[in-house]
């Protein structure tokens, strides 16, 4: 496995919708899912999206156990996620403070639906189905925003709130993008 390159704002294929996954349980795939898990880990990212790293398809990983560039949020199981569907639960809004590996350094109060319904599968096509607040909901919509191609100052509504990580939190300590 192997830490790789995260594609910045600006590259087109950022922009692309992602392809669904046909083939389950396959090594290509767990090879990609690895180098996925490799470079999210490496980056201290909350989450993955494989169109971050060049890659056509609808895979999306995450997970937060105390990390750094998020101190205050509540903990969210390590998942890969394919073929993701979002189903939101209420009308209601709520904005937090995002981050990307395609943005790095950069930080942005985003609205996210703030409980939802998720479904997909695992790498072997093992059903998953969730519901779920919080932290863990935004995660899930931001990750999966990538694979419509979608970055979230696309979601922002208020463009002063947006800027430098260590400009908007000095001393925080919060570690780059
Ligand atoms: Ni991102």
């Given at each position: 496995m192997a830490v790789r390159e995260v594609l910045r704002m600006g590259?087109?294929?950022?922009?692309q919708a992602a392809r669904p996954v046909e083939?389950?349980?396959?090594p290509e795939l767990h090879h990609l899912v690895g180098d996925m898990v490799d470079t999210m880990r490496r980056l201290n990212g909350a989450g993955l999206a494989a169109p971050q790293i060049?890659?056509?398809?609808?895979i999306v990983i995450f997970e937060l156990e105390n990390n750094p560039r998020y101190p205050d949020a509540g903990k969210v199981p390590f998942t890969v996620l394919v073929n993701p569907v979002l189903t939101p639960l209420s009308d209601q809004m709520e904005v937090g403070w995002e981050g990307c590996l395609s943005l790095p350094g950069l930080r942005g109060l985003v609205p996210r639906c703030a409980s939802l319904r998720y479904q997909g599968f695992d790498a072997d096509g093992g059903p998953i189905d969730r519901r779920v607040d919080g932290f863990h909901a935004r995660v899930v919509q931001h990750e999966v925003d990538h694979l419509l191609g979608i970055l979230y100052p696309m979601r922002?509504?208020?463009?002063?709130?947006?800027?430098?990580t260590e400009v908007l939190f000095?001393?925080?300590?919060l570690k780059d993008d």
């Open positions: 590259d087109p294929r950022l922009l083939k389950f349980s396959t060049g890659v056509d398809l609808q922002m509504r208020d463009f002063s709130k947006f800027g430098f000095p001393g925080q300590d």
